[in-house]
């Protein structure tokens, strides 16, 4: 089994670019998950799907970032413009059932210059 | 003003012996409790977990104990190697079909 897969690894870009990070969950997981982890806030929960539909997205910071599970085997997650303050590593995790644990993607260091 | 940053407790021991990390959940209405080992440059990988029907799990070198009366979950690592060195989460679940709930983790050095 492959697990998570994220793309790009390493993202770097400079204010008000936009940016799209990409998860591929493991196949048959019906969540996944986008969190984002730094020193000053740790791993934040930014939003989660439940067989591809949005079940809480309290955790997206504001109106520029925005995620879509166009599918069961993909995921994006899309920050427009980026800010200096966006950079972090951001996690994508896939889980099969609604009361198991949750898998890691690799994660992707975003830095916004 | 001045920025703080996170501090994570941090618990340093030698090769060989047994480490012990806590960690105090906020819901006592959760019933699934993981933990996560993360090593630099890599997202958390699970390590044990346990259900609120039991109060003791054993793996290869870990066990998970669950306290429920005082919302206390520990991880115990026997004969504790360098690769053992990581951040380690615990994670709880709140409610079936909800995201896990992480807590701030504590870094675990190991010298040899």
């Known amino acids: 089994d492959a697990g998570v897969i994220q793309s790009p690894r390493h993202e770097v870009t400079e204010m008000g670019q936009e940016v799209t990070l990409r998860c591929k969950p493991i196949?048959?997981?019906?969540?996944l998950f986008w969190y984002r982890q730094t020193m000053m806030r740790g791993l934040e929960l930014l939003i989660y799907?439940?067989?591809?539909?949005?079940?809480?997205d309290s955790g997206m910071p504001e109106d520029r970032f925005s995620a879509k599970m166009p599918n069961a085997s993909f995921s994006t997650l899309k920050i427009q413009p980026s800010e200096p303050r966006d950079s972090a590593v951001y996690f994508c995790?896939?889980?099969?059932?609604?009361?198991?644990?949750?898998?890691f993607g690799p994660g992707t260091r975003l830095t916004v210059l | 003003g001045e920025s703080v940053g996170l501090h994570l407790p941090t618990l340093s021991v030698q090769e060989g012996d047994n480490s012990i990390i806590n960690c105090a959940y906020s819901?006592?209405?959760?019933?699934?409790f993981i933990w996560y080992k993360q090593e630099s440059g890599k997202g958390p990988q699970f390590i044990i977990d346990?259900?609120?029907?039991?109060d003791k799990r054993q793996g290869q070198r870990v066990t998970v104990l669950l306290n429920k009366t005082v919302k206390h979950l520990s991880l115990q690592i026997a004969a504790t190697q360098p690769g053992d060195s990581a951040v380690y989460f615990c994670?709880?679940?709140?409610?079936?079909?909800?995201?896990?709930?992480f807590g701030k983790g504590t870094t675990l050095s190991v010298s040899s």
């Open positions: 819901n006592s209405a959760s019933d699934y």
């Open positions: 346990i259900r609120s029907n039991m």
């Open positions: 799907f439940n067989n591809n539909v949005p079940i809480d």
């Open positions: 995790a896939s889980r099969p059932d609604p009361t198991d644990t949750q898998y």
């Open positions: 994670a709880e679940l709140g409610q079936a079909g909800t995201a896990l709930i």
């Open positions: 196949s048959g997981h019906n969540s």
